[in-house]
Structure formats: structure tokens, C-alpha cells
């Protein structure tokens, strides 16, 4: 358990409201935390740097990096000639996908393997002077010139402001992100899972850097906020079948008696017009000043990766409080009157009498586990006496991962790759020619082939099943090779019928684990051929029903069009709540659903991702060639626990602040069903009456999540936390969490989109935003701000667009991107806001040999 900050805020009236600016024409907050300050030292740099994880998976977080980079670190090993060829092909390939020449280093990396060397100093300095860039030596293993390398690509940049981004680009295993973790945290990490893509923030100071002139930083200032106004247009055309239809469609709807915006084509809010006055924003007629109230950090953050760990198990069982169940933990106080032990419920105030408990046997620390039930699974069963290599290989695992991928006729249809991966592909192939489109259902059988290799290296116990569907149902591998089962006639059956008939299959078709069943699945994906409409409601029920009795499983849907057969379908009526029926039922079977869309075609995603909301899984909508990424993450957003509900105490003077659990309570409970490593919740609190709170000195706070482990082991772990309490705002600021308020922030900003509050969700993540920048005192606190203001840039982006073309009349996610970008903010990680140190811990992951080679390996040939 995490708060928003070390101290619980009690509040202060003269501290507690804020002059904002906001638009008189459509009532955005203008006041930011963005506006370049005078005060450059010429010599502080916040870098954003980002590890990319290969260049033949498509990424488009690399993509867009490597876009707007200012700096790029091309790197290769001396014991590879193979990566000193392709950092040439890197550059080459820089060159064609930026529109000025790129500001780059050639790095030699593993100098502390010198003796294994295969690529002379000589043959790299040769390479760098030919392409023109300055070359150095380093190691990752001893830190050798790795900070002198940053720097020196530093020196390389025009300073526009103390902000760079830098890529960090090489081939496979030369170290790139032992590079970047030893740069940002000074560690050296061996075994570092290479297919993990992140980006992580460092605060350098650069010596010998020439300044811009006031004049010339203006004039880019300028730049940067037209050119705002053109990436949105293009985004709009892409996003659009016919930007001149949304256009006229938008002129028709638009309200009469709203006059129209000011400001270019509709599409940005007053702050980017064409005519900022000297500070940045709109003319003083356009802006208003109001008070708002400052946000705080009374926010807890409730984790669930640690369900995972190593059990704190206390013996006997959980003393609760008579009246609201709070287990006795180190936060409560026992007193004595004559022989009898009292104990006054910290979150209640209940007077629990006649306990048969000491002060010395009260469960002590953070984290205790009670057993509810035992394990299911024997020591035996779960022991692994193979040798290091073979429990690499051997991993366990449970459920059942279904995919179920859509191959109606609208799969044939093409898709352009993007630019810079067809560049890519062709400078590779050295210019014999570019292929610049594929199918999606080529791009799909691709990628089902990826995964099912990785998962055969990986998890080779694991239970797949292959299924795919168009007007009717079919499985297509993962268990027998004959005879395979389809079910046709969806239209008219319902959900409860669809249900049955998968149940009735997974007792008719058992399946084998992947490493028995992989060839046959890998055949019958290579013969996969498009036909029918899409029946994804009965796809997805059946599937459901498969699993129904097989805890932990998992339900991969792909899709590219709108669900139009049988239960579920978006024809005409708008059948919304049938995704919200199977979610529910989804959940209470512990089975995750994941929503993937492809193509540029609406799949109505605004109904039938509350399936995959409802249960804590991922809701995407990308380009095809983006679709082998997206199933990796899914794969390592493993399953931790089962069955889980969380119930959370809050002392009686605070209740909380989520409008979604009803008002002035102080305990409530969540059915979460499966969580997942990288899930989370948040909730916000206040004071009750802040009038009647000032003495307070300390705030105790429990959660108790109920939950089943792997082994079957039913448990209640308690998280118990006690925590000071000021009324000084500066003190709270300054202590500030910035990854529990980043995900805070997300979750809230998303669901008061989703609800069509946009203009309290774009008022209140602006809120957060000025308190980060407030709070950010120390490097390590400025080194997170960047993170936060570049993880929260896409949403904030999306609600601006939004608000200045509909204002706070309609909801926001009404188009697939828009409900791709809520869901997406919704299920951020803590690692996104998250220190240094801490990511480089969370990507530590020993591979195997064969593992490695096949990710090193791969070719993305088309």
C-alpha cells in the first residue's frame, strides 16, 4: 500500500484555492506547468531516454521517439560484426525517417571484453567518420565513458531548452539497456529482458553548451506550437475515412446557438491559436481568471504484483473488530481495565472487550497473510530439481489462454506499414524494394505464430487453444488434431446457449500443452483463409464458456469490424450492454478478456471494450504490424492471483473521495476477480469535517485482500500503514508520490472522460499536473515530473481535441481511438512514473539460451 505523499494533507483554507486561467469560449484550463522559464543555466539536462527493445518488432512508442528525438545513441558490440553493420544501416535508415540529418554517436560498447574482441577501434572510428558522427568506447559492465558518451551526444544538439529526448538504437544483445540502467541508476544489470521497451529520465549537468538567443527561442516556440497544430490535423485526417466528411458532418451537428471557435479549423482549444501573446496564451479578451481548488495527495495505491511474493504468514487467526472487521494490527492500541484487554477500533471507534491477546502478540509490520484454506497442489507437485536451464524452460503456469481472432472477409483487406518501418525494411534489404502494405489477417497469423513459439520456450506447460471466427465458430488447434469442433447458426442462439456450447466443448476437445501442441497450431494458422461476417458476441461467449471452469484463464479477441451476427451485435440496435453482461460474468469465473482492433475500420469499441474493462484486461485498437508487440505484453502481464477482493478502512474523520462508492463512507469493498502483475487500484480520500480534524497527528489506514494463489491457497493478506499528518501544504507537496498521483491522475481523468465530465477531467488532471511541478524540489522529483508529463501527454492531448470540437456535451469516447486512449490511461503502470531504480529492478529476468536466440533472431520479412 502507497499514498500520494508521506503525509496525510488535513488541510489549509489560506493555502488551499488557486487563480487559474481558463478559455471564455469554451471553458478549458489554460494554466500549465509547460511555460519555458528564463532561469537556464546553460548546463542542466533532464533527458528522456528511451531503451528500445529491437528494431524487427513494429513499436509505436519507438516510432514516435524516434520522430521527435533530438538525440540518438547508435550502438554496437565489439564482439559482433553483424551490429557494426547494422548500426550503418541504423543511421542510414535515421537519415531517411527524420526530416534534418539525425544528431547521433556511434558507441562501441563491451570495451571490458576486449580480449573476445572481433571489431577493431580502428574499423568503428572509420565507420563514425564516414557517416560523419563522433565515435566513442564504452562499458556497461565497468561504466567505462558511458556518461562521457550522453554528454558528448548532449554537445552535439542545439540547446533549445534543458529537455532532450534521446533513443537509445542498436541490434540485438550489444547492450543497450545495460547502458542506459548503468547511466540512470549507476548499476550494472547482466541479465536485463531484452524485450521489455522503456523509457527512463536523468538529470545531467553538461558543461561547454552554447545557449539559443531569446529571439531564437521564441521563433521555436513559435514552430513547436504551429506545428501542435498541424500533427492534430494530420491525426484527424489518418484517424478519419475523409477529413472533409468529418468536416461537413461537423458543420451540420454543431449546435446553432453555439458560436463557432476562433481558433484554427476547430480542432485545438485557444491556447494554440496563431496569435499567443508574449506569455504563451490567447489575448487577455479570450481568458478568464477563476479560483479553483488545489488537489492534495491523499491518495492510497493498492498493488497487486506483490500478491506473488513470499507469504508473511502469521499462525492462528485474524483478530477482527466486532462492528467493521478491521483485523488487530501494529496501528491498533490495546489498553487494560483490571484483567481485561480493550482494544478501541482505530477505524470505528468500536470498543472491542475481553480480548485474549498481549501487546507483544500483535502481528507486527506492513504486510502479514493469514492462510484461509491450504493449498491445493502438493510440495511435491510445485518442487523443481531440473537444472538451472531446464526450470527456465520448464516454467509452470495455469488456466488456459484462448485465442480467438476474427478472420472475416474485411481481414483481407490491406494496411499501410508505417513509414519508418518500411524504411526500415528496406534499407535492411538494401534497396530491394519496399513493401508498403500487407493484410490484416497476414499480419494476425504472424503474429499468433510469434507468440506460440515464445510461449513453447517459455511456458511450455501451458494450455493453448486457437479458435477463430466469422458468421460461425470454429476451433482450429490445441488439443486433438482430428476431427475439430465448429459451431454454426450463431445468429439466433443466446448467451446462456453460447455459454453451454463452450462448456460442452472443453469437455469434448481436451487440450494438450503447447509444447505438444505448437506444430499443429502453427499449420493450421498458416492455412487460415478469410470468409463471413462477424459473429464476435457468440465467438466470444463460447469462449468464455470454454473456460468458465478453469480459473486464471485468458480470452485474446481480434477483431477489425463492428460485431454484426447474433448476441452482441452493433447493427441498428445498439446491443452495448451485452459486453458489460459477459464482462460481469467473465470476472466472477476469474477469466481476463483482452479487446484487440485492428484496421481502420470503427469496431465500436466504446461497447464492447467494457468486456475487457470489466475484468482487468487490455483494450487496444493499432495497426496490424503492431499486433506481435501487443500480444508480448499481454503474455508478460501475467496472472498473480485469483479470486481476489479488496476491502479498505479509513480512519472514521475521513471518508472516501470516489463518486463511484456513494458518499461519507470510510470502508468499502471491490471485487477485482484475476489480478494481474501490473494492475492496481487507487482511491482517493478527504476529511470528513476538516474543521474537526486539526489535532490529528498520525492516520492509520488498512486494506485486506482476499485472495488464491497459484497453488490454490486461499489467503487474506492485511497492509497496515501509519502516517503523519500536516496542515502544511508545502510540507505535503514536497513528499509527493508522483507515481501513485501519475496513476491516480490516469484513472481519475479517464473514468470522468468516460462518464462525459470532460471538462472536470481536463480541469482536474491540469490539477495534478501543477501540484507535480509544485512538489518537484529534488533531481529524483524532477527526473519524475518529466515522466509524468510525458506518460499523460496523450491523454491530455486527446481531451483538449475533444473539448474544442464538442465541448462538455458529449462523452469522449465515442470513437474506437478515444476509447483506446481511456482505456489505456486507465491501466497505466506504476513503472511508467516510477524512479530509475526502480524500473531497472522490474525488468530483471534471466533468459534462456534458446529464449534469447529466438528473439535475437527474428527477421521481419513480410
Same mark, same amino acid.
Given at each position: 500500500?502507497?499514498?500520494?505523499?508521506?503525509?496525510?494533507?488535513?488541510?489549509?483554507?489560506?493555502?488551499?484555492?488557486?487563480?487559474?486561467?481558463?478559455?471564455?469560449?469554451?471553458?478549458?484550463?489554460?494554466?500549465?506547468?509547460?511555460?519555458?522559464?528564463?532561469?537556464?543555466?546553460?548546463?542542466?539536462?533532464?533527458?528522456?531516454?528511451?531503451?528500445?527493445?529491437?528494431?524487427?518488432?513494429?513499436?509505436?512508442?519507438?516510432?514516435?521517439?524516434?520522430?521527435?528525438?533530438?538525440?540518438?545513441?547508435?550502438?554496437?558490440?565489439?564482439?559482433?560484426?553483424?551490429?557494426?553493420?547494422?548500426?550503418?544501416?541504423?543511421?542510414?535508415?535515421?537519415?531517411?525517417?527524420?526530416?534534418?540529418?539525425?544528431?547521433?554517436?556511434?558507441?562501441?560498447?563491451?570495451?571490458?571484453?576486449?580480449?573476445?574482441?572481433?571489431?577493431?577501434?580502428?574499423?568503428?572510428?572509420?565507420?563514425?567518420?564516414?557517416?560523419?558522427?563522433?565515435?566513442?568506447?564504452?562499458?556497461?559492465?565497468?561504466?567505462?565513458?558511458?556518461?562521457?558518451?550522453?554528454?558528448?551526444?548532449?554537445?552535439?544538439?542545439?540547446?533549445?531548452?534543458?529537455?532532450?529526448?534521446?533513443?537509445?538504437?542498436?541490434?540485438?544483445?550489444?547492450?543497450?539497456?545495460?547502458?542506459?540502467?548503468?547511466?540512470?541508476?549507476?548499476?550494472?544489470?547482466?541479465?536485463?529482458?531484452?524485450?521489455?521497451?522503456?523509457?527512463?529520465?536523468?538529470?545531467?549537468?553538461?558543461?561547454?553548451?552554447?545557449?539559443?538567443?531569446?529571439?531564437?527561442?521564441?521563433?521555436?516556440?513559435?514552430?513547436?506550437?504551429?506545428?501542435?497544430?498541424?500533427?492534430?490535423?494530420?491525426?484527424?485526417?489518418?484517424?478519419?475515412?475523409?477529413?472533409?466528411?468529418?468536416?461537413?458532418?461537423?458543420?451540420?451537428?454543431?449546435?446553432?446557438?453555439?458560436?463557432?471557435?476562433?481558433?484554427?479549423?476547430?480542432?485545438?482549444?485557444?491556447?494554440?491559436?496563431?496569435?499567443?501573446?508574449?506569455?504563451?496564451?490567447?489575448?487577455?479578451?479570450?481568458?478568464?481568471?477563476?479560483?479553483?481548488?488545489?488537489?492534495?495527495?491523499?491518495?492510497?495505491?493498492?498493488?497487486?504484483?506483490?500478491?506473488?511474493?513470499?507469504?508473511?504468514?502469521?499462525?492462528?487467526?485474524?483478530?477482527?473488530?466486532?462492528?467493521?472487521?478491521?483485523?488487530?494490527?501494529?496501528?491498533?492500541?490495546?489498553?487494560?481495565?483490571?484483567?481485561?484487554?480493550?482494544?478501541?477500533?482505530?477505524?470505528?471507534?468500536?470498543?472491542?472487550?475481553?480480548?485474549?491477546?498481549?501487546?507483544e502478540e500483535i502481528p507486527k509490520g506492513d504486510v502479514i497473510d493469514f492462510m484461509l484454506s491450504p493449498a491445493t497442489k502438493t510440495s511435491a507437485e510445485s518442487e523443481n530439481t531440473a537444472s538451472d536451464e531446464l526450470a527456465l524452460k520448464k516454467g509452470t503456469s495455469e488456466g488456459v489462454i484462448v485465442y480467438c481472432m476474427d478472420i472475416s472477409s474485411s481481414m483481407e483487406a490491406t494496411c499501410h506499414i508505417p513509414e519508418s518501418q518500411a524504411a526500415w525494411r528496406e534499407e535492411r534489404a538494401q534497396g530491394s524494394g519496399p513493401v508498403t502494405r500487407v493484410t490484416r489477417i497476414s499480419c494476425i497469423k504472424r503474429a499468433i505464430q510469434r507468440l506460440a513459439e515464445q510461449l513453447k520456450l517459455e511456458q511450455p506447460d501451458k494450455h493453448v487453444l486457437l479458435s477463430v471466427f466469422s458468421s460461425d465458430y470454429y476451433i482450429k488447434g490445441g488439443g486433438a488434431?482430428?476431427?475439430?469442433?465448429?459451431?454454426?447458426?450463431?445468429?439466433?442462439?443466446?448467451?446462456?446457449?453460447?455459454?453451454?456450447?463452450?462448456?460442452?466443448?472443453?469437455?469434448?476437445?481436451?487440450?494438450?500443452?503447447?509444447?505438444?501442441?505448437?506444430?499443429?497450431?502453427?499449420?493450421?494458422?498458416?492455412?487460415?483463409?478469410?470468409?463471413?461476417?462477424?459473429?464476435?458476441?457468440?465467438?466470444?461467449?463460447?469462449?468464455?464458456?470454454?473456460?468458465?471452469?478453469?480459473?486464471?484463464?485468458?480470452?485474446?479477441?481480434?477483431?477489425?469490424?463492428?460485431?454484426?451476427?447474433?448476441?452482441?451485435?452493433?447493427?441498428?440496435?445498439?446491443?452495448?450492454?451485452?459486453?458489460?453482461?459477459?464482462?460481469?460474468?467473465?470476472?466472477?469465473?476469474?477469466?481476463?478478456?483482452?479487446?484487440?482492433?485492428?484496421?481502420?475500420?470503427?469496431?465500436?469499441?466504446?461497447?464492447?471494450?467494457?468486456?475487457?474493462?470489466?475484468?482487468?484486461?487490455?483494450?487496444?485498437?493499432?495497426?496490424?504490424?503492431?499486433?506481435?508487440? +501487443?500480444?508480448?505484453? *499481454? #503474455?508478460?502481464?501475467? %496472472?498473480? &492471483?485469483?479470486?481476489? =477482493?479488496?476491502? $479498505?478502512?479509513?480512519?472514521?474523520?475521513?471518508?472516501?473521495?470516489?463518486?463511484?462508492?456513494?458518499?461519507?463512507?470510510?470502508?468499502?469493498?471491490?471485487?477485482?476477480?484475476?489480478?494481474?502483475?501490473?494492475?492496481?487500484?487507487?482511491?482517493?480520500?478527504?476529511?470528513?469535517?476538516?474543521?474537526?480534524?486539526?489535532?490529528?497527528?498520525?492516520?492509520?489506514?488498512?486494506?485486506?485482500?482476499?485472495?488464491?494463489?497459484?497453488?490454490?491457497?486461499?489467503?487474506?493478506?492485511?497492509?497496515?500503514?501509519?502516517?503523519?499528518?500536516?496542515?502544511?501544504?508545502?510540507?505535503?507537496? +514536497?513528499?509527493?508520490? *508522483? #507515481?501513485?498521483?501519475? %496513476?491516480? &491522475?490516469?484513472?481519475? =481523468?479517464?473514468? $470522468?472522460?468516460?462518464?462525459?465530465?470532460?471538462?472536470?477531467?481536463?480541469?482536474?488532471?491540469?490539477?495534478?499536473?501543477?501540484?507535480?511541478?509544485?512538489?518537484?524540489?529534488?533531481?529524483?522529483?524532477?527526473?519524475?515530473?518529466?515522466?509524468?508529463?510525458?506518460?499523460?501527454?496523450?491523454?491530455?492531448?486527446?481531451?483538449?481535441?475533444?473539448?474544442?470540437?464538442?465541448?462538455?456535451?458529449?462523452?469522449?469516447?465515442?470513437?474506437?481511438?478515444?476509447?483506446?486512449m481511456l482505456q489505456t490511461a486507465y491501466n497505466t503502470r506504476t513503472t511508467r512514473f516510477a524512479s530509475n531504480s526502480v524500473k531497472a529492478r522490474g525488468h530483471f529476468k534471466v533468459m534462456s539460451s534458446a529464449q534469447k536466440l529466438s528473439y535475437y533472431d527474428y527477421k521481419d520479412d513480410e
Amino acid at each position: 500500500m502507497e499514498l500520494g505523499s508521506t503525509f496525510v494533507y488535513l488541510g489549509n483554507d489560506a493555502e488551499d484555492e488557486e487563480e487559474i486561467q481558463i478559455s471564455e469560449v469554451n471553458n478549458i484550463a489554460i494554466s500549465d506547468s509547460d511555460s519555458d522559464t528564463n532561469d537556464d543555466d546553460n548546463q542542466t539536462c533532464l533527458l528522456d531516454i528511451l531503451d528500445t527493445a529491437g528494431q524487427e518488432e513494429y513499436s509505436a512508442l519507438r516510432d514516435q521517439y524516434v520522430q521527435s528525438g533530438n538525440g540518438f545513441l547508435i550502438i554496437y558490440s565489439i564482439t559482433d560484426r553483424e551490429s557494426l553493420k547494422e548500426a550503418e544501416t541504423i543511421y542510414n535508415w535515421l537519415k531517411r525517417v527524420k526530416s534534418d540529418t539525425p544528431y547521433a554517436i556511434l558507441v562501441a560498447n563491451k570495451q571490458d571484453m576486449i580480449s573476445e574482441a572481433i571489431v577493431t577501434s580502428q574499423e568503428g572510428k572509420d565507420l563514425a567518420t564516414r557517416l560523419g558522427i563522433p565515435f566513442y568506447e564504452t562499458s556497461a559492465k565497468t561504466g567505462t565513458d558511458v556518461t562521457e558518451a550522453f554528454s558528448g551526444l548532449i554537445r552535439t544538439i542545439p540547446r533549445v531548452s534543458s529537455e532532450y529526448k534521446i533513443v537509445m538504437l542498436g541490434a540485438g544483445a550489444v547492450g543497450k539497456s545495460c547502458l542506459t540502467v548503468r547511466f540512470v541508476s549507476n548499476v550494472f544489470v547482466d541479465e536485463y529482458d531484452p524485450t521489455i521497451e522503456d523509457s527512463y529520465r536523468k538529470m545531467i549537468t553538461v558543461s561547454g553548451l552554447k545557449p539559443l538567443s531569446k529571439d531564437e527561442r521564441k521563433k521555436l516556440k513559435m514552430k513547436k506550437k504551429q506545428s501542435s497544430v498541424a500533427d492534430t490535423e494530420n491525426n484527424m485526417s489518418r484517424n478519419s475515412k475523409s477529413i472533409e466528411a468529418f468536416r461537413t458532418l461537423k458543420k451540420l451537428f454543431r449546435p446553432p446557438s453555439k458560436p463557432p471557435p476562433r481558433f484554427k479549423d476547430d480542432h485545438l482549444p485557444p491556447r494554440f491559436s496563431n496569435r499567443p501573446t508574449a506569455n504563451g496564451l490567447l489575448d487577455s479578451d479570450r481568458v478568464k481568471k477563476i479560483k479553483e481548488r488545489k488537489t492534495d495527495g491523499n491518495v492510497i495505491l493498492i498493488p497487486f504484483k506483490n500478491l506473488a511474493d513470499d507469504l508473511q504468514l502469521v499462525t492462528g487467526d485474524p483478530v477482527k473488530c466486532g462492528q467493521c472487521k478491521a483485523v488487530l494490527t501494529s496501528t491498533a492500541r490495546l489498553e487494560h481495565e483490571g484483567d481485561a484487554t480493550i482494544w478501541n477500533c482505530e477505524f470505528c471507534h468500536h470498543k472491542n472487550t475481553d480480548l485474549d491477546i498481549s501487546e507483544e502478540e500483535i502481528p507486527k509490520g506492513d504486510v502479514i497473510d493469514f492462510m484461509l484454506s491450504p493449498a491445493t497442489k502438493t510440495s511435491a507437485e510445485s518442487e523443481n530439481t531440473a537444472s538451472d536451464e531446464l526450470a527456465l524452460k520448464k516454467g509452470t503456469s495455469e488456466g488456459v489462454i484462448v485465442y480467438c481472432m476474427d478472420i472475416s472477409s474485411s481481414m483481407e483487406a490491406t494496411c499501410h506499414i508505417p513509414e519508418s518501418q518500411a524504411a526500415w525494411r528496406e534499407e535492411r534489404a538494401q534497396g530491394s524494394g519496399p513493401v508498403t502494405r500487407v493484410t490484416r489477417i497476414s499480419c494476425i497469423k504472424r503474429a499468433i505464430q510469434r507468440l506460440a513459439e515464445q510461449l513453447k520456450l517459455e511456458q511450455p506447460d501451458k494450455h493453448v487453444l486457437l479458435s477463430v471466427f466469422s458468421s460461425d465458430y470454429y476451433i482450429k488447434g490445441g488439443g486433438a488434431t482430428e476431427n475439430l469442433p465448429e459451431c454454426q447458426a450463431l445468429g439466433n442462439k443466446t448467451f446462456d446457449e453460447l455459454l453451454q456450447m463452450g462448456l460442452n466443448l472443453s469437455a469434448s476437445y481436451p487440450l494438450l500443452d503447447i509444447e505438444h501442441s505448437h506444430e499443429f497450431i502453427d499449420a493450421a494458422v498458416k492455412g487460415l483463409v478469410t470468409t463471413g461476417c462477424t459473429a464476435l458476441g457468440p465467438a466470444l461467449s463460447i469462449c468464455t464458456g470454454f473456460v468458465s471452469k478453469i480459473p486464471g484463464s485468458e480470452i485474446v479477441l481480434c477483431t477489425d469490424g463492428e460485431p454484426n451476427v447474433g448476441v452482441g451485435s452493433l447493427n441498428g440496435n445498439q446491443n452495448g450492454d451485452f459486453y458489460r453482461m459477459i464482462g460481469n460474468y467473465a470476472r466472477s469465473k476469474d477469466i481476463t478478456i483482452n479487446i484487440l482492433a485492428v484496421g481502420e475500420d470503427s469496431v465500436g469499441l466504446h461497447h464492447v471494450s467494457a468486456a475487457a474493462e470489466l475484468t482487468g484486461g487490455t483494450t487496444n485498437k493499432l495497426n496490424p504490424v503492431e499486433i506481435i508487440r +501487443q500480444l508480448r505484453l *499481454i #503474455a508478460q502481464n501475467e %496472472v498473480v &492471483a485469483t479470486t481476489v =477482493t479488496v476491502r $479498505l478502512f479509513l480512519q472514521p474523520e475521513f471518508v472516501f473521495d470516489e463518486p463511484d462508492y456513494g458518499e461519507n463512507l470510510n470502508t468499502l469493498e471491490k471485487e477485482v476477480g484475476t489480478a494481474r502483475k501490473e494492475a492496481n487500484l487507487t482511491f482517493r480520500f478527504k476529511l470528513k469535517d476538516a474543521t474537526q480534524a486539526k489535532n490529528l497527528n498520525s492516520v492509520p489506514f488498512q486494506a485486506q485482500i482476499c485472495y488464491t494463489r497459484k497453488d490454490g491457497m486461499r489467503c487474506l493478506r492485511v497492509l497496515s500503514k501509519q502516517t503523519e499528518a500536516t496542515s502544511d501544504r508545502q510540507t505535503m507537496e +514536497q513528499n509527493i508520490n *508522483i #507515481a501513485v498521483m501519475g %496513476v491516480s &491522475a490516469m484513472k481519475t =481523468t479517464a473514468k $470522468l472522460a468516460n462518464a462525459g465530465k470532460n471538462i472536470d477531467a481536463q480541469h482536474h488532471l491540469k490539477n495534478v499536473k501543477r501540484l507535480v511541478h509544485r512538489g518537484a524540489v529534488t533531481a529524483d522529483k524532477q527526473e519524475q515530473t518529466l515522466a509524468f508529463r510525458s506518460e499523460i501527454a496523450t491523454l491530455e492531448k486527446g481531451l483538449l481535441e475533444d473539448l474544442s470540437c464538442n465541448g462538455d456535451n458529449a462523452t469522449i469516447a465515442t470513437s474506437d481511438l478515444k476509447t483506446k486512449m481511456l482505456q489505456t490511461a486507465y491501466n497505466t503502470r506504476t513503472t511508467r512514473f516510477a524512479s530509475n531504480s526502480v524500473k531497472a529492478r522490474g525488468h530483471f529476468k534471466v533468459m534462456s539460451s534458446a529464449q534469447k536466440l529466438s528473439y535475437y533472431d527474428y527477421k521481419d520479412d513480410e
